[in-house]
Nanobody, 126 residues
Framework: QVQLVESGGGLVQAGGSLRLSCAASGRSFSKYYMAWFRQAPGKERLFVAAISWSAGATWYSDSVKGRFTISRDNAKNTVYLQMNSLKPEDMAVYYC???????????????????WGQGTQVTVSS
Protein backbone atom coordinates (compact mmCIF):
# COMPACT_ATOMS: atom_id res chain seq x y z
CA GLN A 1 0.00 0.00 0.00
CA VAL A 2 1.48 3.29 -1.10
CA GLN A 3 1.42 6.10 1.42
CA LEU A 4 2.65 9.67 1.30
CA VAL A 5 2.82 11.27 4.74
CA GLU A 6 3.43 14.99 5.07
CA SER A 7 4.74 16.67 8.20
CA GLY A 8 6.23 19.97 9.28
CA GLY A 9 3.25 22.26 8.95
CA GLY A 10 2.23 24.65 11.67
CA LEU A 11 1.71 28.26 12.66
CA VAL A 12 4.34 30.83 11.74
CA GLN A 13 4.49 34.61 11.59
CA ALA A 14 4.77 36.38 8.28
CA GLY A 15 8.40 36.42 7.21
CA GLY A 16 9.12 33.17 8.99
CA SER A 17 10.12 29.76 7.66
CA LEU A 18 8.89 26.20 7.71
CA ARG A 19 10.23 22.98 6.26
CA LEU A 20 7.74 20.41 5.07
CA SER A 21 8.61 16.75 4.62
CA CYS A 22 6.85 14.04 2.66
CA ALA A 23 7.83 10.47 3.44
CA ALA A 24 6.77 7.85 0.92
CA SER A 25 6.29 4.18 1.71
CA GLY A 26 5.01 1.15 -0.12
CA ARG A 27 7.13 1.72 -3.20
CA SER A 28 10.13 3.71 -4.30
CA PHE A 29 9.66 6.98 -6.15
CA SER A 30 13.36 7.46 -6.76
CA LYS A 31 12.87 7.29 -10.53
CA TYR A 32 9.87 9.63 -10.66
CA TYR A 33 9.33 13.33 -10.26
CA MET A 34 7.42 14.43 -7.17
CA ALA A 35 5.58 17.60 -6.31
CA TRP A 36 3.90 19.82 -3.77
CA PHE A 37 0.50 21.40 -4.21
CA ARG A 38 -1.53 23.59 -1.87
CA GLN A 39 -5.18 24.34 -1.32
CA ALA A 40 -6.58 27.33 0.52
CA PRO A 41 -10.13 27.23 1.97
CA GLY A 42 -12.70 27.49 -0.78
CA LYS A 43 -10.04 27.50 -3.49
CA GLU A 44 -8.81 24.94 -5.97
CA ARG A 45 -5.69 22.89 -5.38
CA LEU A 46 -2.73 24.61 -7.03
CA PHE A 47 0.76 23.58 -8.07
CA VAL A 48 3.60 24.82 -5.85
CA ALA A 49 6.78 22.99 -6.85
CA ALA A 50 8.07 19.81 -8.47
CA ILE A 51 11.42 18.04 -8.67
CA SER A 52 12.80 15.53 -11.15
CA TRP A 53 13.90 12.10 -9.98
CA SER A 54 17.56 13.08 -10.02
CA ALA A 55 16.87 16.52 -8.53
CA GLY A 56 18.51 17.92 -11.64
CA ALA A 57 15.41 19.89 -12.53
CA THR A 58 12.95 21.81 -10.41
CA TRP A 59 9.81 23.76 -11.21
CA TYR A 60 8.07 26.44 -9.16
CA SER A 61 4.92 28.46 -9.38
CA ASP A 62 5.55 32.16 -9.88
CA SER A 63 4.03 32.90 -6.48
CA VAL A 64 6.71 30.97 -4.57
CA LYS A 65 9.74 31.27 -6.85
CA GLY A 66 12.72 32.63 -4.96
CA ARG A 67 11.18 31.87 -1.55
CA PHE A 68 10.54 28.11 -1.61
CA THR A 69 13.00 25.32 -2.37
CA ILE A 70 12.07 21.74 -3.19
CA SER A 71 14.57 18.96 -2.61
CA ARG A 72 14.61 15.21 -2.19
CA ASP A 73 16.52 12.36 -0.60
CA ASN A 74 15.96 9.24 -2.69
CA ALA A 75 17.68 7.04 -0.12
CA LYS A 76 14.96 8.07 2.34
CA ASN A 77 12.18 8.16 -0.27
CA THR A 78 11.43 11.66 1.02
CA VAL A 79 10.80 15.03 -0.59
CA TYR A 80 11.09 18.36 1.20
CA LEU A 81 9.77 21.87 0.78
CA GLN A 82 11.73 24.65 2.46
CA MET A 83 9.51 27.70 2.73
CA ASN A 84 11.10 31.04 3.57
CA SER A 85 9.72 34.57 3.76
CA LEU A 86 6.24 33.20 4.28
CA LYS A 87 3.29 35.45 3.53
CA PRO A 88 -0.33 35.27 4.70
CA GLU A 89 -1.31 34.26 1.17
CA ASP A 90 0.82 31.12 1.55
CA MET A 91 -1.61 29.83 4.15
CA ALA A 92 -3.13 26.57 2.91
CA VAL A 93 -3.10 22.82 3.28
CA TYR A 94 0.02 21.53 1.53
CA TYR A 95 -0.11 18.19 -0.27
CA CYS A 96 2.65 15.94 -1.50
CA UNK A 97 2.03 14.16 -4.81
CA UNK A 98 3.66 11.41 -6.83
CA UNK A 99 2.87 9.70 -10.13
CA UNK A 100 2.19 5.99 -10.46
CA UNK A 101 4.48 5.65 -13.47
CA UNK A 102 7.06 7.56 -15.40
CA UNK A 103 5.53 9.85 -17.98
CA UNK A 104 6.39 12.89 -20.01
CA UNK A 105 4.41 16.08 -20.10
CA UNK A 106 3.51 18.80 -17.66
CA UNK A 107 4.32 18.38 -13.99
CA UNK A 108 2.10 21.23 -12.84
CA UNK A 109 -1.29 19.64 -13.39
CA UNK A 110 -3.26 17.58 -10.88
CA UNK A 111 -3.79 14.85 -13.45
CA UNK A 112 -0.05 14.09 -13.56
CA UNK A 113 -0.26 12.51 -10.10
CA UNK A 114 -2.06 9.45 -8.77
CA UNK A 115 -0.74 9.36 -5.22
CA TRP A 116 -1.52 12.09 -2.70
CA GLY A 117 -0.77 12.63 0.95
CA GLN A 118 -3.33 13.67 3.52
CA GLY A 119 -1.98 17.20 3.68
CA THR A 120 -0.38 19.37 6.33
CA GLN A 121 -1.75 22.74 7.40
CA VAL A 122 0.40 25.85 7.09
CA THR A 123 -0.93 28.92 8.85
CA VAL A 124 0.78 32.30 8.46
CA SER A 125 -0.17 35.11 10.80
CA SER A 126 0.26 38.72 9.74
Amino acid sequence: QVQLVESGGGLVQAGGSLRLSCAASGRSFSKYYMAWFRQAPGKERLFVAAISWSAGATWYSDSVKGRFTISRDNAKNTVYLQMNSLKPEDMAVYYCAAPSRARSGSVVTLSAYEYWGQGTQVTVSS
